[in-house]
């Protein structure tokens, strides 16, 4: 029996047919690692990086909500320490503090700012004493890591914090510790301003790279679309050429009976 040429076209446009199907049916370039075994762990990689790297930046971000929050009570610290000022200033006027309203209002904020310094973020103390750290991991190979400080805010307004009589402080007592909680802002501040830029970095990472991993296994829907229309032509007309085929030669052989 000869064989007949025109199965081959057709079963190899099955096959096509099939394969596109699957990779429009997927959204997937690489459906089966044969396809493109190279490219496939190139993506592999490209997808463990992308996932480290957005773990990377939710650390990122939560290290500076962290530090914001450190900020937000540092500001609390700088009013009220602002307010105890105006509050000395005021009791060395000519009458003083003879009715002891002064007395008992720096009293109530000196409470106060002590319990500042034990606040937390999500269970994690902001302040330290003595003052500590917290390590950050700045990328997703954790090869970048820098710290975020725990200041000793009770250091930074002992004067205030260890003595419990207006009266006993002078002006200038408010005024270091003013400037000193005011460092710790500055402190805080650089420190947000190296996580913000971690975090961009992060950003830019993930973009690029989920775009390079995109272009490698994401499927061209239009492209692919069009190539099974063509390959569905194909089929179809080597069918009808080859029913023709078979019709013609079972037509032939009854005459040459």
């Known amino acids: 029996m ?9 079963g190899e446009n099955r096959k096509k047919q099939s394969i596109l199907m699957q990779q429009l049916s997927s959204g997937r370039r690489i459906v089966n690692s044969w396809m ?19 773990i990377a930046a939710n650390n990122l971000s939560t290290s500076n909500s962290f530090l914001q929050t450190q900020d937000g009570v540092l500001k609390s610290a700088s009013e009220i320490l602002d307010r105890m000022g105006q509050l000395k200033a005021m009791s060395q006027g000519v009458f003083g503090d003879n009715t002891g309203a002064y007395q008992k209002e720096y009293e109530v904020l000196r409470e106060e700012l002590a319990s500042l310094s034990q606040q937390t973020f999500n269970g994690v103390d902001l302040f330290a004493s003595p003052s500590g750290n917290l390590p950050v991991i700045g990328d997703p190979s954790a090869s970048t890591s820098f710290l975020i400080s725990q200041p000793d805010l009770d250091d930074a307004v002992s004067d205030i914090g ?5 009266a006993n402080l002078s002006t ?3 005024t270091d510790a003013l400037q000193n909680v005011a460092t710790l802002r500055a402190t805080n501040g650089a420190q947000q301003s ?6 961009d970095l992060m950003r830019v990472q993930i973009t690029s790279k989920s775009a390079a991993y995109s272009a490698i296994m994401d ?9 099974l229309a063509v390959t569905n032509i194909f089929t179809a007309s080597g069918a009808a050429v080859l029913n023709s085929g078979l019709l013609v030669s079972s037509r032939v052989g009854m005459l040459i009976r």
Do not use: H, M, W
């Open 2 to 10: 000869e064989y007949n040429y025109l199965i081959d076209p057709i």
């Open 36 to 54: 493109d075994a190279g490219g496939l762990a190139v993506a592999n990689k490209l997808a463990s990086t992308v996932s480290r790297s957005t």
């Open 162 to 166: 260890n003595e419990s009589q207006l």
């Open 172 to 174: 200038s007592n408010f």
């Open 194 to 199: 190296r996580v913000d830029a971690s975090f």
């Open 219 to 227: 499927v061209d829907l239009a492209r692919t679309s069009t190539d």
